[in-house]
């Protein structure tokens, strides 16, 4: 067995996975996690508690439901906290960071690319198709979530509530997933069946599987004061120093400063998964910060999607081309560099934080009716606001003019609908018939959408 930090050698013994072992099986969830939240916890799933009997089925659930109430991405931080369970915190450090390092390298060359050649012709073309394959996909999000989530009337009214709120009248989405949260730990501590935790699967045969690490709380998994007090102070210490420092430095109005006070604010409000994230991003980063176009915006889900790690890896495409047009004194490459990774440190900080501060407490309420609720109410909350990012990527897709209303409370674009751009129309209308009526993959709408954008340019369609 490996050392991996005083006294932790005789709590790991017990279940028997060497910290080597772990270290290449998280890599291999690392690579394979394609495909948004769902399929990177699929992977997980199949690989963690059906082939290796790692972790228990109950047990995953639980720690899945931990990760879906806490802002950030689930996926990553669901192997952190599984990496945490199994090996501590040097575990959780480990799956936390393998988890999110295949994407930070990727979505690095490819901004460094789509900032050098973005204008030119065929990046261009290629882009136009990406787009359409992207709406695409938050459709089948949408549909994906809702056939899960919204099982019953109760449900089906927060989802629409949600959506109306957002989408008309511009309530804010913290405000949103808080009030779904306590309707959904009131009525769950009611009795109401509605509220009900809702499924997210079962193991072989339907039962739950016998796993190396048991059912009993390990030594480093209860909670005390003092560790809490500890972790609190390491992680905020790294999380906030480096954004006093940028303040103290430059001030607000530089762009770096931007950056962090930004990411880091989401950091703490974006609840509900990287789609739920994405609306809020796309609201602050395009139409108050100006940082990207909303066309811009669909370019770096593009990225986030064709490559592995969790899609909220958008954020250092965002953070990238903030600084890139702002650099100030240095060239633009490296400032582009320097943001977007500053836009991943305060993106991904606090998630090992909400872990290794919650996880210990969490572990101790396995089975809460009330906390089920609430989760319960969330991911209905949530269909409702994936609807809304849907709607508009679909305004910003395929029509090229939007009107604002701004009247009588409301607050919303209406398109302009002589506007349309009929190619992108059919090529979301194809990328959408694959992936519904043909039920091909994720990589091969996206592969396929790029293509026929770079043919549209060839024949002069576009």
């Known amino acids: 067995m490996i050392d991996i930090a005083t006294n932790e050698t005789k709590a790991d013994a017990g279940h028997g996975i060497s910290f080597g072992e772990a270290f290449q099986v998280w890599l291999r969830v690392a690579l394979l996690s394609f495909g948004g939240p769902a399929g990177q916890i699929a992977v997980m799933h199949r690989i963690l508690v059906e082939e290796k009997n790692w972790i228990s089925e109950s047990r995953f659930l639980h720690a899945l439901n931990y990760c879906m109430l806490l802002p950030g991405p689930e996926a990553q931080q669901l192997a952190t906290y599984i990496g945490w369970l199994l090996h501590r915190t040097a575990g959780g450090i480990m799956a936390g960071g393998l988890f999110i390092l295949p994407g930070i390298i990727a979505i690095m060359g490819l901004s460094y690319i789509y900032?050098?050649?973005?204008?030119?012709?065929?990046?261009?073309?290629?882009?136009?198709?990406?787009?359409?394959?992207?709406?695409?996909?938050?459709?089948?999000?949408?549909?994906?979530?809702?056939?899960?989530?919204?099982?019953?009337?109760?449900?089906?009214?927060?989802?629409?509530?949600?959506?109306?709120?957002?989408?008309?009248?511009?309530?804010?989405?913290?405000?949103?997933?808080?009030?779904?949260?306590?309707?959904?730990?009131f009525g769950a501590k009611s009795g109401r069946p509605e509220f009900a935790a809702v499924p997210h699967g079962t193991g072989k045969n339907g039962a739950a599987i016998d796993s190396m690490l048991g059912e009993e709380l390990p030594d480093h998994v209860r909670p005390t004061v003092p560790r809490a007090l500890r972790v609190s102070a390491i992680w905020l210490v790294l999380w906030l120093v480096p954004v006093s420092a940028?303040?103290?430095?430059?001030?607000?109005?530089?762009?770096?400063?931007?950056?962090?006070?930004?990411?880091?604010?989401?950091?703490?409000?974006?609840?509900?998964?990287?789609?739920?994230?994405?609306?809020?991003?796309?609201?602050?980063?395009?139409?108050?910060?100006?940082?990207?176009?909303?066309?811009?915006?669909?370019?770096?889900?593009?990225?986030?999607?064709?490559?592995?790690?969790?899609?909220?890896?958008?954020?250092?495409?965002?953070?990238?081309?903030?600084?890139?047009?702002?650099?100030?004194?240095l060239s633009p490459m490296l400032a582009g560099t320097l943001g977007g990774l500053l836009a991943t440190w305060v993106t991904f900080t606090p998630c090992f934080l909400w872990i290794f501060l919650g996880a210990p407490f969490i572990e101790r309420l396995r089975g809460n009716k009330g906390l089920a609720g609430a989760l319960t109410a969330i991911t209905a909350a949530v269909v409702?606001?994936?609807?809304?990012?849907?709607?508009?990527?679909?305004?910003?897709?395929?029509?090229?003019?939007?009107?604002?209303?701004?009247?009588?409370?409301?607050?919303?674009?209406?398109?302009?609908?002589?506007?349309?751009?009929?190619?992108?129309?059919?090529?979301?209308?194809?990328?959408?018939?694959?992936?519904?009526?043909?039920?091909?993959?994720?990589?091969?709408?996206?592969?396929?959408?790029c293509a026929a954008g770079i043919l549209l340019r060839l024949v002069g369609v576009i």
């Open 115 to 185: 900032a050098a050649y973005g204008k030119v012709g065929f990046i261009e073309a290629l882009f136009f198709g990406l787009k359409a394959a992207v709406l695409a996909i938050v459709i089948q999000a949408v549909v994906r979530v809702g056939k899960r989530a919204l099982r019953n009337r109760i449900m089906v009214a927060l989802a629409a509530i949600a959506f109306i709120a957002i989408f008309f009248f511009d309530v804010s989405f913290p405000i949103i997933i808080i009030g779904a949260g306590v309707i959904g730990y």
């Open 246 to 329: 940028l303040l103290i430095a430059f001030g607000e109005a530089n762009v770096f400063s931007q950056i962090a006070l930004f990411f880091s604010k989401m950091a703490m409000v974006t609840f509900g998964g990287a789609y739920a994230v994405l609306a809020y991003v796309a609201q602050q980063a395009v139409e108050h910060y100006h940082w990207l176009g909303p066309r811009e915006m669909l370019d770096g889900l593009g990225m986030a999607e064709t490559t592995p790690g969790p899609l909220i890896m958008v954020l250092q495409f965002v953070g990238f081309m903030a600084a890139y047009r702002d650099p100030g004194t």
């Open 384 to 449: 409702g606001v994936i609807l809304n990012l849907s709607i508009w990527f679909a305004l910003h897709t395929v029509f090229r003019q939007t009107w604002p209303v701004r009247s009588f409370g409301l607050s919303f674009d209406m398109p302009v609908l002589s506007s349309v751009d009929f190619a992108a129309l059919i090529l979301a209308i194809a990328a959408a018939s694959a992936i519904f009526r043909f039920n091909m993959g994720m990589l091969t709408v996206l592969g396929g959408s």
